[in-house]
């Protein structure tokens, strides 16, 4: 395979916070993640609320707030991604897909916004296409962003991904409260941005949406990577998957035997040393609780958890 877009490599992000007396506490949200993405493929990433899909996301952007402390490194197209780099690719080569509409400019009418973000060609002759191409009419253009219906709001934030020309689409929880019809249209844009050789990271809860466009599925858990796996392994039982997490999750889904795990995701900063999944983990035994295992290729994926083969 061809050397990857981005990478995503032992990304750690604490925040400082400040308590009582000015003494100062640090709190680690995400530790040690790693992913990688090529062009021309969806990646989605999934997991439940707080375990760090929106941190992620803003530490590839350059978004993160003031008082957040990151270690690792992010490397886009081979070269590792400064600050200052990221203030020059976002919004040009780097794409965020916002579920809000309030990311549009409310001041601004949709189609000046999307014509300011043509990279190449006639911005307004670039601007009508993408329109047309998306089923916003002629008119569209000249609304103001809270005229728009939710669904032509998500279809101009993803006309302003295209025609910037983003090699790296990130979608942060682009589908929520969508109809199946909305949403299976939504998924699609994804897709043609994929064909059309981009690489995508599709940020979701909806494991099963997620899964009808993936090339592969990241899963996070409190604030880590836990497995990394083609799409195409959450199939039949899920034996094909490689963490007790991911095989948990692929269970309670609705099709399956909807069968919901014990306990709940940590809260950030208090798992401790050991393997974040442990309390929850019928394989875990005492050394899971010490040490958080390393990321490791197992198949054609990635596991963190030395017990299952
Ligand atoms: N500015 C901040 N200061 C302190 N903690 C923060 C800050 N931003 C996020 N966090 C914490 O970091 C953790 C990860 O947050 P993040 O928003 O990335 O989760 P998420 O996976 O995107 O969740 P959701 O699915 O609900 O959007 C959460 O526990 C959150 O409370
Ligand atoms: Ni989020």
């Known amino acids: 395979m061809s050397d990857p877009l981005l990478e995503v490599n032992e990304l750690s992000i604490s925040f400082t916070h400040y308590t009582k007396g000015l003494r100062q506490t640090r709190q680690q949200v995400i530790s040690n993640l790693s992913l990688a993405i090529h062009s021309g493929e969806i990646v989605a990433v999934v997991g439940a ?9 803003h530490a590839i952007l350059g978004i993160l707030p003031e008082n957040a402390t990151m270690s690792g490194t992010i490397t886009y197209d ?4 400064t600050a200052r780099r990221q203030l020059d690719l976002r919004g040009r080569d780097i794409a965020l897909v916002p579920q809000s509409v309030n990311f549009l400019d409310p001041l601004m009418r949709v189609g000046a916004q999307v014509r300011s973000a043509v990279k190449t060609g006639e911005p307004a002759r670039e601007q009508q296409k993408v ?15 809270f005229q728009l219906s939710g669904g032509m709001a998500r279809r101009t934030l993803v006309s302003t991904a295209v025609v910037s020309g983003a090699r790296l689409i990130i979608a942060d ?8 019809e909305a949403l299976r249209q939504a998924l699609g844009y994804f897709k043609e941005l994929a064909a059309s050789g981009a690489a995508v990271m599709l940020i979701t809860h909806d494991i099963g949406s997620a899964l009808t466009i993936a090339d592969r599925i990241a899963v996070f858990y409190a604030g880590t990577t836990v497995e990394i796996t083609p799409a195409a392994d959450f199939a039949e039982d899920g034996r094909r998957l490689r963490h007790p997490y991911t095989q948990a999750l692929w269970r309670a889904l609705p099709q399956n035997e909807f069968i919901p795990t014990g306990g709940s995701q940590p809260a950030p900063g208090v798992s401790g040393a050991g393997c974040p999944f442990a309390p929850r983990c019928e394989l875990a035994i005492a050394a899971c609780r010490e040490e958080q295992p390393m990321l490791r290729s197992l198949r054609d994926g990635w596991v963190r958890c030395d017990h299952v083969s």
Request: net charge positive.
């Open 49 to 57: 609320s707080g375990s760090g899909k929106s941190l992620l996301a």
């Open 78 to 81: 081979g070269t590792l991604l």
């Open 131 to 145: 329109f047309a191409r998306y089923r916003l009419g002629d008119k569209v253009a000249k609304l103001f962003p």
């Open 173 to 180: 929880e682009p589908t929520p409260g969508l109809d199946p």
